[in-house]
Structures are given as structure tokens and as C-alpha cells.
């Protein structure tokens, strides 16, 4: 049964002429006979007979007509109710890795929620390797992440850049006298985030260009970006972080931001998203203002 079918039918009774209801519905007399044709065969009786003054309905076609009124009515009602829940309401999932998850997201929801009030938000917070998991997993609808990806099961928008810096604490060395050579890491303990972090992911691609990884043997691996900046507090070591999670910490000069001569990192952040054909309204309103900031 197709409601298509329906329509021609509804239409041909509503103007009394097949010629008129496909005129009506944009399609070729013999496309919309053929339609007619389809009902009665599915329900076994001729619907229509022509008269000299136009068409009439048969007893079969009399029976049918408000059960065809119904459906097409009940399918009008279905599509505006479902287009109504996809325009208001519902749920947003976001995944994002720990940078952009507890320095910017939180700032990024709460903008949209202020549009969008009646959305219930559900926020994870993980590795770049986690999120896609997630993602791909159905556990989250959208995911931000920095580091660099390589599956083919998901969209990868690129968002933001972003510019991974050295951070050490006042006292050290490194605070009094700068810039600094890379050559003057080797002699640090460089603190990394764990494997899978998009941060160490993109500072240790940068660093093997350049020759200089093997060379960092001291090392202390933590976390969490609030752990590896407690333990620079603590004059534990140095670490190259998001300028983005040091704002703060720079501005009441607890961390100092180190330039290094002849070197820079930089970074594009992705919004990553399933291949779905038919997206949430939410999650369509969520990424077109991410791409508005």
C-alpha cells in the first residue's frame, strides 16, 4: 500500500476527474491511472466508474473513501508531530577530549542551552581515541577532539585552531631567561599526558620531525591536564599544554609560558560526526553554532 496511491484516489473523488487530480498533483494522467489501478487491485474491486456526467464512486471505492480520508489525516498528524519533537526539545550527547572538554565546553553548552532551554545535555569528558569510540558507538552524537584521526566510519569538520605552548613554573630556570633552544629540553623533565591524549599525540608528532624526541628520556607521565599543571606548580618539571588551559594560570603568573626560539605547534581542533542520513534537529542546531564561534 502506498500513500501515494491514497492521494491520487482522495483527489480524484475531491475534483471528479482523474485528468483534474493529476493535473492537481503534478504528475501524468497515465501515472496517476496507474495509481488508482494499484489500489484496486490490492483491494479487489474496482474504486471508480466513469459516467456521462464524470466519475463515480462503486460500493468499493464508497467503502474505502474515509478509511483513505483517515490515513492520509493520520500520516499528516504523524509528520507534524515528529517534525515538532525534531525542532524542540530532546537530547544532545557531546563527547570531548580534556582540553576543549573542561576549558571550553562548558562555556559552549551553557550558550546554547540559553537558546535552546528544553534540551537535556548529556557531556563526556575522555582521549581523543575515547571520544571517537563513543562516537562511532552511538554513546555520543557529536565529539570535539585534537587529535588526528584516521577511521573511516565518522565526518571530520575541522573546528578551531589551537597552539600547544611550554609552560614551567616561575621559579624555573626557564622563567628567568628567554626564549630557550629546543636543545635546552633535553635536559628537563618533560611531563606528558597518557597515551591517546590528543596534546601528546600532536607534540610528539612535532618533536619527531625535528629529531629531538628520542632525546627526551625524562619524563613523567600523568592523567589529566590539572594534574600535569599541579606538578609544574610544584616544580615537578615542564610540559607543552593547550593555550587554552593556561589562561588562567598565566594571568595569576602560578605558570609561566616559555617561547622557544625557531619552534611553534599548532593544531586543528575537529568536530567529528557519524555519517547518518537523517541527523537530530538538536545536533543540526548544536554544529551550526559551533561553527558560528
Not at 154 to 160: D, S
Not at 261 to 280: A, G, H, P, V
Request: glycine share 6%; proline share 2%.
Amino acid at each position: 500500500m502506498h500513500l501515494e496511491s491514497h492521494e491520487v484516489f482522495r483527489t480524484t473523488v475531491q475534483y471528479g476527474s482523474i485528468t483534474k487530480a493529476a493535473q492537481m498533483l503534478h504528475m501524468t494522467q497515465s501515472t496517476a491511472s496507474r495509481h488508482l489501478q494499484s489500489l484496486e487491485d490490492e483491494y479487489g474491486g474496482l474504486l471508480v466508474e466513469r459516467a456521462t456526467n464524470g466519475l463515480t464512486l462503486t460500493a468499493f471505492g464508497k467503502a474505502l473513501y474515509p478509511y483513505t480520508l483517515d490515513l492520509l489525516a493520520c500520516h499528516g498528524r504523524a509528520k507534524e508531530e515528529l517534525a515538532a519533537l525534531r525542532h524542540s526539545g530532546g537530547e544532545l550527547s557531546v563527547g570531548a577530549t580534556m582540553s576543549i572538554g573542561e576549558y571550553m565546553l562548558p562555556a559552549i553548552l551553557g550558550q546554547f542551552l540559553k537558546v535552546e532551554p528544553h534540551v537535556d545535555i548529556k557531556m563526556r569528558v575522555s582521549n581523543t581515541s575515547e571520544i571517537v569510540l563513543d562516537l562511532i558507538r552511538h554513546r555520543i552524537d557529536v565529539g570535539l577532539v585534537e587529535g588526528i584521526l584516521t577511521t573511516e566510519e565518522i565526518e571530520v569538520t575541522p573546528w578551531k585552531t589551537d597552539e600547544i605552548v611550554l609552560v614551567c613554573n616561575p621559579s624555573h630556570e626557564f622563567a628567568k631567561k628567554y626564549p630557550i633552544s629546543l636543545h635546552a629540553l633535553t635536559s628537563q623533565v618533560l611531563l606528558w599526558r597518557e597515551e591517546g591524549s590528543g596534546t601528546r599525540q600532536v607534540t610528539e608528532q612535532a618533536f619527531e620531525r625535528i629529531g629531538i624526541l628520542s632525546k627526551l628520556d625524562r619524563t613523567m607521565e600523568l592523567g589529566s591536564t590539572q594534574a600535569i599543571k599541579s606538578a609544574i606548580e610544584a616544580d615537578l618539571g615542564i610540559a607543552f599544554l593547550s593555550r587554552l588551559t593556561i589562561e588562567r594560570e598565566c594571568t595569576l603568573q602560578s605558570l609561566v609560558e616559555i617561547p622557544i626560539r625557531d619552534f611553534t605547534i599548532s593544531r586543528q581542533l575537529y568536530m567529528i560526526e557519524r555519517k547518518e542520513r537523517f541527523q537530530k534537529m538538536t545536533v543540526e542546531r548544536f554544529r551550526k553554532m559551533l561553527k558560528n564561534l
